[in-house]
């Protein structure tokens, strides 16, 4: 459909043009156009960036001379769209062209099959997540294997739809038959349930409990688990758990606790009955502290082994790592320095036994794996005051080298600002919905070679379940509009004026 027609000077990159009389309707942003090349006749395609609406008394010099016969003129307003060249279709896709439009040449309205094959995706090994904004009928598939292998990040500001995306993500994937493992601080994903495929919760607390095998706490991710220790505190733990790892291949909190309580009987002189342990470390041990710093050190690792979750062995990874499963980590009833160490943990143990299997041929962990991080900015922060963040050099290591071991990460946040630049910039994908913070906008811009100026101005603009994506896992960057979920959504928004009003009734 003949559209319009090319108006001033053109260049490689862009022109603009007039719009034909009965073609308003179609000219809009984002909308997808195209004019043949002058000397080898390719379609040029480009998409409308700009629409600048001028007025017959306040000229611009192009409008002046133009036979007005068939071109658009309400009251005397012309508007003219700005076009951005995307490239014509060439043996590996798009391509630049190198010889330039003729101004005078006629636009037409690109149509859904060029568009269509354009985005084209292999059908087996792409995930369908939305359609194009401007146009229902073309869908626009990713790339599975450049989302998963060079990782991804979904960002927006809250409550413009980045949960939903995930969902939308994860159903697609399970599609696939895929492994992926959600890090859930809401408890928004325990209600997917995708038709052939499983959904395995495990939570603080319930049933279905996450297990961490203490012995696999590194010095120091103690001492980050348990609040407020004193100097004395840490160094009695610190001790301890050295202690622990010299004489028990598995240790748990008992075994730290039972240390402890021969430390404390040495110090009141009691003889010691220790059947593993050296006699003496202990006396040593016991001449460095005090009693009430033992006691107080037992009273907080006790609190600790309440929750139950440092056991001698944790949830095996196999059955938190499998084909067609997805797997919730349900942190909603952790506090953050616990949720930190679940998640270091576990993807630190995925990582390692995935790196082992690919390099080393060791092991029968044969699945890739996909991760997602919700709330990513407090795992994997920028800056943070007071402490290390446990989780976040594992997360920076899998963002590098994951894509080497089969390892996918997916960052999901609503302050970008405030990531990881590094974890940010490693995620190839971007998935962007509404921001309108400028500091965000800026960073995103700065951190992520595939945001350009151009996508970034459009952020703001953006409504509620749509998205620009750029990177690795779409031929071009694209203005979507996610589909709709299949299965039951989590984290609703709250009417608050209906429930206000509820509750006044009651
Ligand atoms: N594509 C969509 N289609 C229909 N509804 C949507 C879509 N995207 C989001 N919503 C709805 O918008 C609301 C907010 O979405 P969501 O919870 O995904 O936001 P969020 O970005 O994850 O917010 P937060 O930062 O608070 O986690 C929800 O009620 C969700 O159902
Ligand atoms: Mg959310």
Known sequence: MEIGQVIGSTTLRGYRFVIKKGAE????????????????????????????????LLPDEFGRDLRLGDILLTEGEYPVPTVKILGHEGNSGLELPRYGIKPGSNVYLADDELLKWILRQEKNSSACIGSLSTRENVPVKLSVNDLISRHCAILAMTGSGKSYTVGV?????LKKKGSIIVFDPHGEYREINLDGSQTKVYSIKGDYKIKIETSSLRTGD????????????????DAVTTISRKFYKRYDLNIIKDIMGLIYDAKNGKEILAESISEKEIKDLSKKVVLTTIGSTMRKIERLNRLGIFELTGTPIEDIVKGNQLTVMDLSDADERLSETIIA????????ARKSYVKDGEGKFDIPTFLIIEEAHNFAPRTSEDRKIL????????????????????????RPSKLDSDVLSQCNTQIILKIVNPSDQEYIRQSVESVTEDIVRDLPSLSRGEAIIAGAATNLPVTVKIRKRITQIGGEDINIVAEWSRKHQD
């Not at 943990?345 to 390692?352: E, Y």
């Not at 899998?398 to 997916?410: D, P, Q, S, T, W």
Request: hydrophobic letters at 45%; charged letters at 30%; aromatic letters at 6%.
């Open 391 to 414: 989780s976040k050099s594992i997360l920076r290591k899998i963002a590098r080298e994951g894509r080497k071991f089969g390892v996918g990460l997916c960052i999901v946040s609503q």
């Open 25 to 56: 309707e179609h000219v809009k942003r984002d909308e997808f156009v195209l004019v043949y090349e002058a000397v080898t006749d390719n379609k040029i395609i480009g998409i409308i960036k700009d629409i600048i609406i001028s007025n017959e």
């Open 222 to 237: 103690f001492i980050n688990l348990v609040p407020d220790l004193t100097d004395a505190q840490k160094d009695l733990l």
């Open 169 to 173: 993500l994860i159903e697609e994937l």
């Open 345 to 352: 943990t576990i993807s630190r143990q995925i990582f390692d």
